[in-house]
């Protein structure tokens, strides 16, 4: 079997035909402060009014304010995979640079919000339900798509030719996608020891709005920082694929 | 029983790895730029 | 370490990642998958003997009392799901959330006399969140009777056994 070479970046040509990585680095930086400084704002107000204003619940009282931060991290979590399958899509169909670099930027900040929602739900779990973990399908489910991640990171970088690292992992993002309706129906579909959905899309949320406002609040904050972060991530990385352009192109010159 | 520990826990294992992953992105986006302004002064 | 051997190697990590997440999803949708029986499923299809399984219920009012076996206090209380109740006897220690009228999963075996000897209690939270004065002002009005025996929705958080579709 026959391997092509690795295929260097070719500078000259890429930068010029696809002009969108240096469009997006103009865009990025005038929205990123407006971007962060929101994130920060709403999560300073929701998570300052969940911990101190906000009314405890009737049988949980005050552990069940770690809900803010627990649901929006799981929220995120499942989300951000799904910007990371739309981005493979890219990558893959349309053969998108900025979203193969997306992707890879995309993937070790989604594995640390979905940590952060493992861990919480855990120290939530123990006084609450009397366990750290249980092998439930909700519970079971999140976990893979913490290994989803992780595959992810790990494929994307792991091949000599980057393009080669980013097609490969598209290609597990997209199979990992059948986990997050499975993710969303586990609770439904059958007996949990996780509770079902407070908060549906048909409206009925069976949440106080004491306790509803600052976790919705929270939530957007966190989804914005998710994005600020990963935007900052991205013009890293189409910077770093730039000095990796250039630097080549001055070593064909000199030779 | 007082919950609080989960509580500060569960916080403060948040601030702790955003914070990290704010401060590693900071860094990183520092350097890129720092080295591409080195290589590229036009810019 | 050559490039066709790191191909390999990330081949193979790549194989045994994705096997292990199909694994564990296949496990958890086998019978696994749910969590937990209701007592009166326990009719129907009885466990096997020897085996652990868990049953969910509400705990019955009125029936959470302490006894003594073997001169060591055990807790005795039946779990029900409206239908069918299922008497528990449990030594260790509760979480906080146990109270008669609150969702319970129990771990535990079927004992000859046919009642459960548990080796873990765990307490299923519902979806409400909600803080103690409206609770008490909707009780007052009548609105809401939380854990009234027999419950007014049996037991709507315990789902049957078999996969019922999500809701509308």
Redesign the interface.
Known sequence: MKFPPAIAPRPGHILHRFANPGRFLRLASVVQPYLTGIALVLVGIGLGWGLFIAPGDRFQHDAMRIIYIHVPAAWLASSGYFGLAICSILSLVWRHKLADLAAAEISPVGAAITALALVTGSIWGKPMWGAWWVWDARLTSVLVLFFLYLGHIALVRAFDDPERGQRAGAILALVGVVNLPIIKFSVDWWNTLHQPASITLSGSASMDPGILWPLLLSAAGFSLGFAALVMARLRAAVMEWRIRGLLLTRTREAG | MTHLPYIVAAYGLTALVIGGLVFSTWRRLRTARARLVALDPRK | MT??H??LV?LI??LF??G??VG??L??LSD??????APSDLASKPPRAGRSFRI?GLVEPGSVSQIRQDGKPVMQFRVTDGKAAATVYYAG?????F?EG?GV?VLGMLRPDGDIAAS????????????????DALKKAGQWAPAAPPPAKPAM???P?T??P??P
């Open positions: 490039r066709k790191r191909r990330v990590s790549c990642g994705l292990a997440g564990l999803t496990t958890a696994n998958v749910v969590f937990f029986v969910g220690v509760l979480p906080d959330l109270r609150q999963v873990e209690v765990l307490a299923k939270h519902d979806e409400t969140y909600m803080p103690p004065e409206v609770s958080d315990f789902r056994a996969p019922v999500a809701k």
